[in-house]
């Protein structure tokens, strides 16, 4: 349990922990590339952690070493650096046991694609949270491509049996913008005897594609002018080899120190060397819109990602509207986003974010409870939410696991009146472990 109150200001620099996504494609695509790759910045969160033991059973070889950052600031850090010793495309092993994802969906989806080119047969399994989580999206774009994947009857959850083997090309049109399907799709194509297409109706993040390309591999990307939905083409036969990469931080995780610098009075935070990948930049864009002052500085290119330092100053938001193809580059901070939206002058709606219903938890459900605990006006919506501007004031609020839960009303104690209490905040270590202490050194 931990308790807030409304903090005078929160002033400082802060690095935030490596990207969750990149961090686990990193480790992915090294395990099933010829040669070395070298992880600088790996993120050592549980749902990571997962991936690597997930590998490490499958008899790929990671090595773990904890080193001062080299940065081009000078700053003295420490970083996790992993070393993934990748023997290609289909040299894992059978585990000879059930794979554990424990809480993590991007882990399960995309080792689902390559697990669906090896010569075994696998299992998946995770805790309560995911094995209550959609897999049919990923059955059964596979199930297109050959790959007969098996779940309890017509359950379409967790566990899942994959009957690995033979893949075939395929032609997928995806009614959702998710970037694990995607990378599912993408990952079994790299086994497939020919082209895969992949269609999705908006761009979702695309940090697969970005390494896959670093790797060695062959793809296209396609749109058509006017049109918001975009086709990935996958050309499978090129070697992918061993990358030296550098894991951007986290934006998702950037998310609660932005909305923290601009609620809470007196503020002026600067967030160092963030992801600003413009398939994950919507909530830049969404504290733009509500007249929060943010500046991006010093913005580079780290190996195929872009990156940036933030700063954020205290200021007065105004409610927007948030909805269509912006929403992939801002679902995980949808959390952090209603906050700000329920300390904003004015009414805020959120759209076409139905995919929130299967997250972590059914978060558009618990959004809705949780800010109304707090005595903010909402209404739920059959895709998003309505918030109208108030008052924050303290509540006792469940997580109930969901680590952006936790740390979104986290931010919403810091901006209230009263005190907040998070009734089990250790699931921060799902993403960000030492998110309270970063917190702490700020204020
Ligand atoms: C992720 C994709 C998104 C996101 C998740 C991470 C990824 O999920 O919500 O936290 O790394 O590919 P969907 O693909 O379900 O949208």
């Given at each position: 349990?931990?308790?807030l109150?409304?903090?005078?200001s929160?002033?400082?620099?802060?690095?935030?922990?490596?990207?969750?996504?990149?961090?686990?494609?990193?480790?992915?695509?090294?395990?099933?590339?010829?040669?070395?790759?070298?992880?600088?910045?790996?993120?050592?969160?549980?749902?990571?952690?997962?991936?690597?033991?997930?590998?490490?059973?499958?008899?790929?070889?990671?090595?773990?070493?904890?080193?001062?950052?080299?940065?081009?600031?000078?700053?003295?850090?420490m970083?996790?650096?992993?070393?993934?010793?990748?023997?290609g495309?289909?040299?894992?092993?059978?585990?000879?046991?059930?794979?554990?994802?424990?809480?993590?969906?991007?882990?399960?989806?995309?080792?689902?694609?390559?697990?669906?080119?090896?010569?075994?047969?696998?299992?998946?399994?995770?805790?309560?949270?995911?094995?209550?989580?959609p897999?049919?999206?990923?059955i059964?774009?596979?199930?297109?491509?050959?790959?007969?994947?098996?779940?309890?009857?017509?359950?379409?959850?967790?566990?899942?049996?994959?009957?690995?083997?033979?893949?075939?090309?395929?032609?997928?049109?995806?009614?959702?913008?998710?970037?694990?399907?995607?990378?599912?799709?993408?990952?079994?194509?790299?086994?497939?005897?020919?082209?895969t297409?992949?269609?999705?109706?908006?761009?979702?993040?695309?940090?697969?594609?970005?390494?896959?390309?670093?790797?060695?591999?062959?793809?296209?990307?396609?749109?058509?002018?006017?049109?918001?939905?975009?086709?990935?083409?996958?050309?499978?036969g090129?070697?992918?080899?061993?990358?030296?990469?550098?894991v951007?931080?986290?934006?998702?995780?950037?998310?609660?120190?932005?909305?923290?610098?601009?609620?809470?009075?007196?503020?002026?935070?600067?967030?160092?060397?963030?992801?600003?990948?413009?398939?994950?930049?919507?909530?830049?864009?969404?504290?733009?819109?509500?007249?929060?002052?943010l500046?991006t500085?010093?913005?580079?290119?780290?190996?195929?990602?872009?990156?940036?330092?933030?700063?954020?100053?205290?200021?007065?938001?105004?409610?927007?509207?948030?909805?269509?193809?912006?929403?992939?580059?801002?679902?995980?901070?949808?959390?952090?986003?209603?906050?700000?939206?329920?300390?904003?002058?004015?009414?805020?709606?959120?759209?076409?974010?139905?995919?929130?219903?299967?997250?972590?938890?059914?978060?558009?459900?618990?959004?809705?409870?949780?800010?109304?605990?707090?005595?903010?006006?909402?209404?739920?919506t059959?895709?998003?939410?309505?918030?109208?501007?108030?008052?924050?004031?303290?509540?006792?609020?469940?997580?109930?696991?969901?680590?952006?839960?936790?740390?979104?009303?986290?931010?919403?104690?810091?901006?209230?009146?009263?005190?907040?209490?998070?009734?089990?905040?250790?699931?921060?270590?799902?993403?960000?472990?030492?998110?309270?202490?970063?917190?702490?050194?700020?204020?």
């Amino acid at each position: 349990m931990i308790k807030l109150s409304s903090l005078s200001s929160l002033r400082g620099e802060l690095t935030v922990p490596g990207d969750k996504s990149i961090s686990h494609r990193s480790v992915m695509l090294g395990a099933i590339a010829e040669g070395d790759t070298t992880i600088h910045g790996f993120l050592s969160s549980e749902d990571c952690l997962a991936t690597i033991d997930c590998f490490r059973k499958m008899g790929v070889s990671i090595e773990e070493a904890c080193v001062p950052a080299e940065r081009a600031d000078g700053e003295e850090r420490m970083e996790t650096v992993l070393t993934v010793h990748g023997n290609g495309l289909r040299s894992l092993k059978d585990p000879g046991v059930t794979l554990n994802a424990m809480n993590s969906g991007t882990t399960v989806r995309l080792m689902s694609g390559i697990l669906a080119g090896q010569s075994f047969v696998s299992q998946i399994t995770g805790d309560d949270s995911l094995r209550s989580r959609p897999m049919g999206r990923i059955i059964k774009p596979l199930g297109l491509m050959g790959v007969m994947c098996a779940t309890a009857a017509g359950s379409e959850k967790l566990p899942i049996t994959i009957f690995g083997g033979q893949v075939q090309p395929v032609r997928y049109e995806s009614p959702i913008a998710s970037a694990q399907v995607k990378s599912c799709v993408l990952l079994a194509g790299l086994y497939a005897d020919g082209p895969t297409f992949y269609t999705e109706p908006a761009l979702s993040r695309n940090h697969t594609e970005l390494m896959l390309g670093s790797f060695g591999a062959n793809l296209k990307v396609k749109k058509k002018p006017g049109e918001s939905a975009v086709t990935t083409i996958l050309y499978p036969g090129t070697i992918l080899t061993g990358q030296d990469i550098r894991v951007p931080g986290d934006i998702s995780s950037a998310a609660y120190f932005l909305a923290a610098g601009l609620l809470v009075p007196d503020s002026c935070i600067r967030l160092k060397g963030v992801g600003i990948n413009e398939t994950r930049d919507g909530i830049l864009r969404v504290i733009r819109a509500m007249g929060g002052n943010l500046v991006t500085e010093n913005v580079r290119m780290e190996g195929r990602e872009a990156v940036a330092d933030i700063a954020v100053r205290t200021s007065r938001l105004k409610g927007t509207v948030i909805g269509g193809s912006l929403i992939p580059t801002l679902i995980d901070e949808i959390p952090i986003i209603a906050v700000m939206a329920a300390a904003a002058d004015g009414t805020t709606v959120i759209r076409d974010a139905a995919e929130l219903k299967v997250k972590e938890t059914n978060r558009l459900e618990e959004i809705v409870t949780d800010l109304r605990l707090m005595g903010i006006g909402v209404e739920e919506t059959d895709d998003g939410m309505i918030i109208h501007g108030g008052t924050l004031t303290g509540a006792r609020i469940d997580p109930k696991g969901d680590h952006r839960l936790a740390m979104a009303f986290s931010v919403a104690g810091l901006a209230a009146r009263g005190t907040t209490t998070i009734t089990d905040e250790r699931c921060v270590r799902i993403s960000y472990p030492d998110f309270y202490d970063d917190l702490l050194s700020l204020s």
